[in-house]
T-cell receptor, first 115, second 115 residues
């Protein structure tokens, strides 16, 4: 069975700083997808970034980038130039290929951006 | 394009009752997944529907059931409610791209409280 571990329950940084959220996972699968989702206090879950395991290149989306280390089964999220609107719960999630959209979730990291 | 909608947004029931939650996916999306979110257990996959067929089911008792209609709208039902069923129930829809792994778009959730 797959598991996803987020070891940082809560983090806080000053606005404009860079912050890195950690995620490790355990799987014997070779083909899978990894995601970072953001859940602001309003509770609407939003996709931040997505990574296909077969791609060596790390995904980036504007201020958000990942460090995907397949051998180490690590998938960290870096947020550059953090903004107040980045305050939210961040969830790391794993989906194996052909799993019919079954996401396996980490426990989440509460990120607080301080003004 | 309208997002994923869930009704009702809030629900209060008593133990032993049953409840039905509804989810309307984004137009054109054919897959609907359901997740339960609780402070203790985090996010857990309930089931996924595609073309009115349940393709995948998480580790939940048979009291949790669902269905999908021909227009892709989905409902989930929980019978004989228990206090532990109190949770935020999230619905997510996907376009179903070849190869899978595409983004799931989440609704705002239904907050169920069981007294």
């Amino acid at each position: 069975a797959q598991t996803v571990t987020q070891s940082q329950p809560e983090m806080s940084v000053q606005e404009a700083e860079t912050v890195t959220l950690s995620c490790t996972y355990d799987t014997s699968e070779n083909n899978y997808y990894l995601f970072w989702y953001k859940q602001p206090p309003s509770r609407q879950m939003i996709l931040v970034i997505r990574q296909e395991a077969y791609k060596q290149q790390n995904a980036t989306e504007n201020r958000f980038s990942v460090n995907f280390q397949k051998a180490a089964k690590s998938f960290s999220l870096k947020i550059s130039d953090s903004q107040l609107g980045d305050t939210a719960m961040y969830f790391c999630a794993f989906m194996k290929q052909a799993s019919n959209y079954q996401l396996i979730w980490g426990a989440g990291t509460k990120l607080i951006i301080k003004p | 394009k309208a997002g994923v909608t869930q009704t009702p947004r809030y629900l209060i029931k008593t133990r032993g009752q049953q409840v039905t939650l509804s989810c309307s996916p984004i137009s054109g999306h054919r897959s609907v997944s359901w997740y339960q979110q609780t402070p203790g257990q985090g996010l857990q996959f309930l089931f996924e529907y595609f073309s009115e067929t349940q393709r995948n089911k998480g580790n939940f008792p048979g009291r949790f059931s669902g269905r999908q209609f021909s227009n892709s709208r989905s409902e989930m039902n929980v019978s004989t409610l228990e206090l532990g069923d109190s949770a935020l129930y999230l619905c997510a829809s996907s376009l179903v791209l070849a190869g899978g792994g595409d983004e799931q778009f989440f609704g705002p959730g239904t907050r169920l409280t069981v007294l």
